[in-house]
């Protein structure tokens, strides 16, 4: 008798799934299950070397697999059913493509026959999430999983990243096929390109060599391709002071002399004053957001501009540029180094050190609490090492700029979309990932309870996450607005909230409060000495506001910084108890 | 006011785009959403099959100055399934469109109807006691001509299809 090989078995769909991510070293899989997913469920009951996060809502699925990726570098994954499940993944789908988050979604769908009929928890994800993902796909034949899923992968995490979705009818998912994982992906239709043109760099090397006040404005792209230790390179080769965007904080050391910190709306004053006084903008990774141009027509109107960026399409979409070089920050910055020279920027450092000196981020310090000392007390006790979840308002920008941040993948936030309830889950989803550092979620009271649900799973799993509430008791950037452009119309922005120390209690999450500036030292020391998942709530002054600031749209000329009237303090503080506090990047 | 109007419609320009892409379920969709997204002008498109099975020639025309153009272009080509865009506009291309147009006829005025059909190099590929239906093909422009002459008789129903076009090749001197 002759030896057969023994034929491979067949595998179900929903097994080829399970051992497709493990073939692409997903370690943890956020997800809820539901009808249309039982299957996969099922095939995931038995497998160990894939982590299932139960979140409490399919929103929090996303956004912890958001922070995952934007603190490890990989991609996050998430799994929920059909239907609801599917849409409730909308606005973290959509958030990860502002934000350029490498993700992929794994939506259960109704089986193929089903699909048209309104049949139940049935919803066309797919074409809804078509202009939110970089691309998606609906599975409709078993044979094409495997490479599917290896091609969602390998979409989602090139190029410049972004979530892709993954739509699985149940009945594709029950049926059988032979399981082989592809080792390559070859698409003739994508093909990104990481190396600039050398036409284009000897230009820009051109402009540098010429350039008496550059500035480096550095975005998030530059995280995204860890591109961290080149850019630190560049700038001390060619001694250009560095400003950052907000998802560009942590890409360059804020303690670095050549740090000017974040520019833009709420950027630094001296950082929005040596951008538009620059002879030279370096955009690096950026996209010349609204958020950092304001009036695009005088933004940096002397300067001559180099943009670099993966995307062509951020290439003169805002901004006119001189030099574009696409392609991947850590590939062109290798490709400029050696061709660079140290400039003769003496006298436009010395500049900066006089704004800085002139205009540095400052409140006062008075009897009860301002958000800009917790911020700034967590910065001095983490000494920058520490992964820092923001929300979205104002608790956010002050994090942006109170916080002093030295490592990349450190400050994640919302910051395309602007997403209240993203901290909670997204500092999470950071924590399973990271353990090497401490992980702060910070919230207003209004965006906590967004998604404040997944206090239910920190407790399960016993993430180590120190979870902020800063609360001021009003939706606080709209009341600043409000106050500042709508003639101090406070229109259903007051809120009430639980007592968040109860409601910790409640989830069994140690909690603890500050209501005076006294006890924040105290408060913190206990968040910072516990182990596992913990809360603490600061009452914080009412009405405070965000500076410096430059009103939406406008120009550099209408920059405001902090009203000499603003520090003088509350009615019922005491104008002796006030400390003058001053924090400067660099 | 009207100056910077008129400035500002002078920058504008009709283009013909034309795109190959993968012959995937819903790639028209995803042209089209991109246009609706991001609030291009969309005169028309139209898909079909190529030589090649797994690609779709789609064929747009559309208006804007330059740098809309430009990032239509861009966003066109940053749509996953897309394998070539070519603007033809700034090339020696050929172009077609097709009408299907039904008139109301009486005895009188068929054979006026027969006229323009013939010098327009149309044809009558339907006809009734009281109707002929004429299928028109040329270029955009042409097609406008003979629906414009044929206005002041009856027109019962029009349907068109968009632009499809490809570029010319070159051809040097003998």
Redesign the interface.
Known sequence: MTQHTTPQRLMTGAEIFVRSLIEENVEIVFGYPGGAVIGIYDALHDISDIKHILTRHEQGAVHAAEGYAKATGKPGIALVTSGPGATNTVTGIADAYLDSIPLIVFTGQVSLKLIGNDAFQEADI??IT??IT??NY?V?DVNELASTIKEAFY?ATTGRPGPVLVDLPKDVMASKTQFSYPQTVK????QPHAEGHQKQLTKAIELIAKAKRPVLYVGGGTILSNASEELKKFAHKTCIPVTTTLHGLGSFPENDELSLGMLGMHGTWYSNTAVHYSDLLIAVGARFDDRVTGNTETFAPEAKKIHIDI???N???NVKVDVPIVGDVKKILQQLLPSVTTLETKDWLQTIKNWKEEHPLRYKNGKYIRMQHVIRKISEITNGNAVIVSDVGQHQMWTAQFFKYILPRTHLTSGGLGTMGFSLPAAMGAAFGRKDLPVVSLSGDGGIQMNIQELATIREHNVPVKIIILNNGYLGMVRQWQQLFWRKRYSHVEMSSPDFVKLADAYDIPGFRATLTNEVDDVLEKVFSTTGPVLAEFRVVKEDNVYPMIPAGQSYNEIMDVPEKELEGLENESTEELELMTVTKG | MEATQLNAESTQRKHTISILLENKFGALNRVAGMFSAKGYNLESITVGPTEDPSVSRMTIVTRGDDAIIEQIIKQLNKLIDTLKVVDLTYDSYMERELALIKLGTTTENRPEIMQIVEIFQAKIIDISHRTVTVEATGSGQKVDAIVKMLKPFHIKEIARTGRVALKREFVGEV
């Open positions: 797919v074409g078509r202009p970089k691309h609906l409709r979409v698409m003739r239709s994508y995307d062509p399409s290439i003169s979409k």
